[in-house]
């Protein structure tokens, strides 16, 4: 009995110690398992004096746009300007056949004529019979049918003159104007084309000095474009500049408007710059991009190394103790080998400027030398 016993004891405790050394196992090949820290120098960030431009698309736009439209149907007879010419308010630009309004604009005026006549025929014999009917001269039904054609007869004029009012606005549409001082377009028809209201467009009308420039800012800068265009702009301002390629515009612009809403698909709002433009060097439609200059006083900016693209998206890398985490930012503008933080980044976080490429998500890390403490780039 005493010897199964010890056997049975002796089973146990060699489990036990096994169980001990598996576990012991376990725990180094998961030591082995686990990646090593990776090697990274950081940086500290900070607050710093910058001198940048933000970068904007901007397209250009004429402050008065119009198509010229005809208002009445019929055949262009005479076109009164040169393709691509400065015109001026009110200068005649188109005239269409004429001959059929100004037809029925006799006829309107002929009936009218006859109308009045009648006119002065009822008033005529309505003061007779009320005359008579002072004598007790006439019958009663007589005067009371005179009363009633004067009435008639005056309503009826008063449709005469309004169908002659008519036809004669007719006749006006059958001249086309420029409704304002600005670029006439090449024209969409010749003499002798055939048109109709409201649907042919003859040509196009646009303001061009002053001009603006449209581009979109994202909604978390609402703020500081709505300031700018309460301050307004000063004499020699150069806060906005606009560039094509490599070259920039001569001439500054000032903030006109902010629009009344921020577009819910695009998270945006649309910013209007408006430029001088006497010498026509801009036209409606260009594209380029807006240069929107700033100082700052404290300007987040940081080494452009340690910076990581993933689908269109940034990224840094903040420290955390001995770990990494991956902090999305967005970006302003380059500085040389460094570049603007708009948002994401605070001043007093450490971020991984060498190393980033072998770094992801919770790395373990460890710094090389004390590199925190380096100065601004």
């Known amino acids: 009995m005493l010897i199964r016993q010890f056997q049975q004891y002796t089973g146990i405790g060699a489990l036990v110690i096994l169980a001990a050394c598996g576990g012991k196992n376990q725990q180094q090949q998961a030591a082995q398992q686990a990646p090593p820290a990776v090697a990274v120098t950081t940086f500290q960030v900070e607050a710093t004096n910058a ?9 250009v736009t004429a402050l008065e746009q119009t198509e010229i439209r005809p208002q009445v149907n019929g055949y262009v007879t005479g076109i009164f300007f040169k393709d691509g010419a400065r015109v001026s308010k009110g200068q005649k630009l188109y005239s269409i056949d004429q001959q ?8 309107a005026q002929a009936s009218l004529a006859v109308q009045e006549a009648n006119l002065v025929k009822a008033q005529k014999d309505a003061d007779r019979y009320r ?3 002072k004598h007790d001269a006439i019958a009663k039904q007589q005067v009371d049918n005179a009363e009633a054609a004067l009435e008639a007869a005056k309503k009826t004029v008063d449709a005469a003159r309004a169908n002659v009012r008519a036809v004669q606005t007719n006749v006006r549409y059958t001249t ?3 409704p304002f001082s600005g670029t006439i377009g090449i024209s969409q028809v010749k003499v002798g084309t055939p048109v109709y209201a409201g649907q042919t467009i003859l040509n196009t009308v646009s303001s061009n000095d002053p001009i603006a420039v449209d581009f979109p800012v994202d909604q978390r800068e609402i703020y500081q474009f709505t300031k700018m265009q309460q301050a307004g702009s000063k004499a020699g301002d150069s806060t906005f ?3 094509f390629g490599e070259d920039i515009y001569p001439f500054a ?10 577009d819910p698909q695009t998270g945006s709002i649309k910013v209007r710059v408006v430029f001088p433009n006497a010498k026509d060097m801009l036209k409606p439609g260009m594209t380029g991009t807006l240069l929107v200059h700033r100082s700052s006083s404290d300007a987040v900016v940081i080494p452009y190394k340690a910076v990581t693209e993933q689908l269109g998206e940034f990224f840094v890398y903040v420290v955390n103790g001995d770990k990494v985490s991956q902090t999305k930012v967005q970006l302003g503008q380059p500085l040389g080998a ?3 933080v708009k948002n994401g980044l605070k001043p007093g976080d450490v971020i991984v400027v060498q190393g980033v490429q072998n770094l992801r998500e919770g790395s373990q890390i460890k710094v090389a030398a004390d590199t925190t403490a380096q100065k601004k780039p």
């Open 338 to 340: 460094n570049i603007i």
């Open 100 to 107: 059929a309004y100004e037809a029925t604009y006799n006829q």
């Open 131 to 133: 005359e008579l009917d």
């Open 253 to 262: 612009g000032k903030i006109n408007l902010v629009d009344r809403a921020v």
């Open 51 to 59: 001198s940048y431009a933000d970068l904007y698309p901007a397209t």
């Open 241 to 243: 500049k606009l560039q």
């Open 176 to 178: 086309l104007t420029a």
